[in-house]
């Protein structure tokens, strides 16, 4: 046989052999699709209905429109679980109907699983094989207008306690009162009204500034005035009568002394958040257009327990005396050195306007990073003047700077050394080194650390200590007595000179360009003053001044 025909030879027996397998093919997949068309249309059910396609699974029903309607509410009342369907039975009872039944298996997260059985019911019509439709198919008892939903449940909010046991923030009704537009026939009047009813409580809420937020957003409804229950209570009777007026009231964690305010708070709020959270139960409801919610899957969760906050009211107090009495942006915190419970933060108006600048807000060190240069050069036998700044920040590192803490709830920045870093408030001034960046909260854990000789965690509530990623090795005792001695002799001979007559005080006067510092420690309370853009040399040292005058007043002058 010669080469051509050997070819030939190889091609049909090629093509003979794909006829074969195709036909092979059709054969098997015939066998494997052995199905009925009520099977197949059951199996094309549930899996429309494992892929959420509530329109492509509705289209396999007898009543497209009413089973899409309720697909769509399912899928969305329950849109943040996973759910599987399975047949368990289906069976046939002629060539044109049958029933089937479903295990529906729900999943919310860990534990929180929900699995019923449905039953329903198939018929051939003109138009083919199709699913009668019915709610119950998908879920029990679903009919009559029903709607399901996955809901979290809550025990009683816990409170939080200060250090001293008082109780500093509770779950409270906030009254929000709004302006509606649409409903205000005559907006003078309605804000006229207004602005008199709400004098006695806020007084710069009156009729003009209302009527010109009404002309900022015309047609929007706006938000007057948030009032405490106890305000609103007694100033409901006149407010509800106010055409266009409408209150909505909603559950808030505030501050239960109204006097108390701290950029703490929102921190705290985000603490308790948290307890709730690993508390919360959950719930599956039916909600019933007659009868309301009815559960039928979930647990309540229990009530977490309360909180007690390292925040000294007392402290917070003296701080908020304090800090508005400059007229530029400045802050305040102090800290517990033995425990690193953070004891107060307050900001004045000014520096309320710029960010978290008590918290987060890194600005350029100047002077005040003076005493770790002195650390540094003794760790490392060389002068000050010649630590650079990665030295700088490796000893800072011991004294609490620059680690990468995580603290349940509480968000913060100490210090940055050596590169920048976005997201933080940040002032652009000049300084002789300014890759040297401290926050005000830096600066009293700064002090915490000289006070205690090694950095402490900090804290914002009890038994919920910091974590950090990668700890420093603590300074030696030559150097950390290095720091104390100067702190002392900058209160009682150098720049902070002024403060002296408070006993035993020591602490750090310093400044960058218009910015001043001062932190220091007395007894177990580590603190810092920050005052940026200060109208005067001293200013930081007269704001940590009149802190502490307040401090000394007697507990009930508070």
């Given amino acids: 046989m010669g080469s051509r025909e050997r070819r030939r030879a190889r091609v049909v ?66 849109s943040d679980g996973t759910v599987e369907y399975d047949i368990t039975q289906l069976v046939e009872l002629s060539g044109e109907s049958g029933y089937f039944t479903l295990a529906g298996n729900w999943n919310f997260g860990p534990d929180k699983n929900w699995s019923y059985q449905v039953d329903g019911s198939v018929k051939k019509l003109a138009v083919g094989w199709r699913v009668s439709w019915n709610p119950d198919v998908v879920v029990p008892d679903l009919g009559g207008g029903r709607t399901v939903h996955h809901v979290r449940t809550d025990a009683a909010p816990p409170r939080i306690f200060d250090r001293n046991g008082q109780l500093l923030m509770d779950e409270q009704t ?54 405490r229950d106890q305000d609103y209570q007694f100033l409901e009777d006149a407010i509800v009568p106010i055409p266009g007026v409408e209150v909505i009231k909603t559950p808030t964690l505030i501050s239960s002394d109204r006097r108390i305010s701290s950029p703490l708070l929102d921190s705290l709020r985000g603490a308790w958040q948290l307890e709730r959270d690993r508390t919360a139960g959950w719930a599956v409801t039916l909600e019933d257009p007659q009868a309301g919610p009815i559960q039928v899957a979930g647990f309540q969760g229990p009530p977490p327990p309360d909180l007690v906050s390292t925040l000294d009211s007392r402290v917070q107090l003296a701080a908020k005396e304090a800090v508005v009495s400059v007229g530029t942006p400045a802050a305040i915190v102090a800290i517990q050195p033995s425990t690193g419970g953070i004891l107060a933060v307050d900001v004045n108006n000014q520096a309320m306007e710029l960010g978290a600048v008590a918290t ?199």
């Avoid at 396609?53 to 509705?58: M, Q, S, Y």
């Avoid at 009543?63 to 009342?77: E, K, R, V």
């Avoid at 006993?503 to 510092?517: C, F, H, K, T, V």
Wanted: proline share 6%; aromatic share 6%; with cysteine.
């Fill in 360 to 558: 987060r807000g890194l600005y350029p060190a100047g002077t005040a990073a003076d005493p770790v240069r002195v650390a540094a050069g003794i760790a490392l036998g060389k002068d000050p003047s010649q630590v650079s700044t990665a030295e700088l920040g490796d000893t800072a590192r011991s004294l609490g700077l620059g680690l990468d803490y995580a603290v349940p709830g509480f968000d913060f920045e100490t210090a940055q050394f050596g590169q920048s870093r976005g997201g933080v408030v940040q002032f652009t001034s000049s300084s002789s080194d300014s890759e040297a960046l401290m926050s005000p909260l830096g600066a009293a854990l700064l002090a915490a650390s000289v006070a205690r000789g090694t950095a402490p965690l900090p804290t914002i509530v009890q038994g919920q200590p910091a974590s950090v990623a990668d700890p420093a090795e603590p300074l030696s005792a030559q150097a950390i007595d290095a720091m104390r001695g100067r702190m002392i002799d900058n209160v009682q001979n150098g720049p902070a000179s002024f403060l002296k007559g408070h006993p035993g005080l020591m602490g750090i006067a310093a400044e960058n360009s218009n910015d001043r510092w001062f932190y220091g420690v007395s007894g177990d309370m580590a603190f810092a003053v920050f005052v940026a853009n200060a109208d005067g040399g001293d200013r930081a040292v007269k704001m940590a001044d009149m802190f502490l005058r307040e401090l000394a007043k007697p507990a009930d002058a508070f």
């Fill in 174 to 227: 906030i009254n929000t009162v709004v302006l509606d537009p649409a409903k205000m026939p005559d907006p003078v009047l309605t804000t006229t009204l207004l602005g008199d009813v709400l004098a006695p409580v806020a007084p710069v809420i009156n009729a003009q500034s209302l009527q010109q937020r009404l002309a900022e957003q015309p047609g929007e409804r706006i938000a007057a005035v948030k009032l």
């Fill in 13 to 78: 027996a090629l093509i003979s052999a794909i006829v074969i397998c195709v036909a092979a093919g059709i054969a098997v997949f015939k066998l494997a699709d052995s199905r009925t068309d009520a099977e197949r249309l059951v199996d094309e059910f549930v899996a429309e209905l494992n892929d959420r396609d509530a329109e492509g699974a509705a289209a396999l029903t007898s009543y497209p429109n009413a089973a899409s309607a309720t697909l769509t509410q399912l899928f969305d009342g329950l």
